[in-house]
């Protein structure tokens, strides 16, 4: 299977090294594993859920097998701080 990681600033690593981020590093365990095969990096900066909902035939391959979703950041929730 995939693993695809779809989210914004977050998922793309924003102040790290790529090899660093959160996705590459499980993207690492879930291959040392055999439980993927193939790790698709989808992260847009800035981006929030109505842009990969628009597309998300785009985003999610039909043979994923793990995904993870970010974007809580890039999110305007009422009532609730920016600065969390």
Do not use: W
Not at 17 to 32: G, M, N, V, W, Y
Not at 43 to 56: E, H, W
Not at 64 to 83: D, I, R
């Amino acid at each position: 299977g995939v693993y695809v990681a779809l989210g914004a600033s977050n998922t793309c690593g924003h102040g790290v090294k790529p090899k660093q981020t959160f996705q590459f590093i499980l993207a690492a365990e879930l291959k040392r594993r055999h439980a993927i095969v193939r790790h698709d990096d989808r992260c847009v900066p800035a981006a929030g859920p109505a842009f990969a909902s628009s597309c998300a035939a785009h985003f999610i391959p039909h043979n994923m097998g793990f995904a993870t979703l970010e974007y809580l950041p890039n999110m305007k929730l009422e009532g609730v701080s920016n600065n969390l």
